[in-house]
């Protein structure tokens, strides 16, 4: 079964640093799409990006970036720039061929003015 | 474009009681959600919908939680009865529908349920 781990349970980062979060995941299938939500104190949760595993460049969105090595099965979000509108909750997610997404526990990120 | 829409935003009812969500996908998106989570978890898939047609429920507990999309566009989720451990916020999702890893979940607001 597929498992997505993020170990950072929080994060603080100062406003206009980068910080990177961290996921790590566990799948047998060699297709599978990594997905990273962000999730503020309103509760919905906002797509950022996402990467393939065939992809061979990493993914970008605008001051966000995915770090992702495949070898180590990892997956981690670098956010670059903080702003204070990024303290939110972030999930890692993946989807693979059985078709449901799981998504890890999540890292709360505080942003320091 | 229009979002994915939830109602109600809250809801507050006695355990035992029924309740009932409802979601209106994202216009042309085939595959619809719903999520369940709990406070300081990831949410976690209840059922899936393509189209009118269940893909997985796996996860629904059948004994008490019932989902319908009937035309193939809005859906309903319902509790009956509801217990204690119910209290989640309920997220639908929807997607185009192409069933591939690619394929990008957008999701609506939820809907924080409190059963007391």
């Known amino acids: 079964a597929q498992k997505i781990t993020q170990t950072q349970p929080g994060m603080f980062v100062q406003e206009k640093e980068a910080v990177t979060l961290d996921c790590t995941y566990d799948?047998?299938?060699?297709?599978?799409?990594l997905f990273w939500y962000k999730q503020p104190s309103s509760g919905e949760m906002i797509f950022l990006i996402y990467q393939g595993s065939y992809d061979e460049q990493n993914a970008t969105e605008g001051r966000y970036s995915l770090n992702f090595q495949k070898a180590r099965k990892s997956a981690n979000l670098v956010i670059s720039a903080s702003q204070l509108g990024d303290s939110a909750m972030y999930f890692c997610?993946?989807?693979?061929?059985?078709?449901?997404?799981?998504f890890g526990a999540g890292t709360r990120l505080t942003v320091k003015p | 474009e229009a979002g994915v829409a939830q109602s109600p935003r809250y809801k507050i009812i006695e355990k035992r009681q029924s309740v009932a969500f409802w979601c209106n996908p994202i216009s042309g998106h085939a595959t619809l959600y719903w999520y369940q989570q709990i406070l300081g978890q990831g949410p976690k898939l209840l059922i899936q919908f393509q189209n009118n047609g269940v893909v997985d429920d796996s996860q629904l507990p059948k004994d008490r939680f019932s989902a319908e999309r009937l035309k193939g566009v809005d859906s309903t989720l319902k509790i009956q009865p509801a217990k204690l451990e119910d209290s989640a916020v309920y997220l639908c999702a929807s997607s185009s529908g192409a069933l591939r890893v690619t394929d990008t979940q957008y999701f609506g607001p939820g809907t924080r349920l409190t059963v007391l």
């Open positions: 997610a993946m989807r693979d061929n059985n078709n449901d997404m799981r």
């Open positions: 799948t047998s299938d060699q297709s599978y799409g």
